[in-house]
């Protein structure tokens, strides 16, 4: 089992930025996707961005798709997530996700094994 755990929530006004990191535990850390989902209350969890173990490839919603930037730094064994423009629509509880079955990028959240605790993101108008 992959330990993760996600930082760099927080609260920020419309247009802002921040940039979301997860960390995680163990070895092979090269050989599975990674993947961002975002939940509100009463929603189910969405699907946001994912890169493959090699980072060669990556993949977005269309509602992030221009704005937002996932990355892994497989040295570190640490996935980012950047996020730019950001809107009041994305605030949502985000988790990071491994897919341990699946070196390629994969938007399918059954393919995702194990999860973080998640952390906020709040956009204010």
């Known amino acids: 089992q992959v330990q993760l755990v996600e930082s760099g929530g927080g609260l920020v006004q419309a247009g802002g930025s921040l940039r979301l990191s997860c960390a995680a535990s163990?070895?092979?850390?090269?050989?599975?996707?990674l993947g961002w989902f975002r939940q509100t209350p009463g929603k189910e969890r969405e699907f946001v961005a994912a890169i493959s173990g090699n980072g060669g490839s990556t993949t977005y919603a269309d509602s992030v798709k221009g704005r937002f930037t996932i990355s892994r730094d497989n040295a570190k064994n640490t996935m980012f997530l950047q996020m730019n423009s950001l809107k009041p629509e994305d605030t949502a509880v985000y988790y990071c996700a491994c897919a341990v079955r699946s070196f390629r990028a994969t938007t399918n959240p059954g393919w995702y094994d194990d999860w973080g605790q998640g952390t906020q993101v709040t956009v204010s108008s």
């Open positions: 163990g070895h092979t850390f090269n050989s599975y996707a």
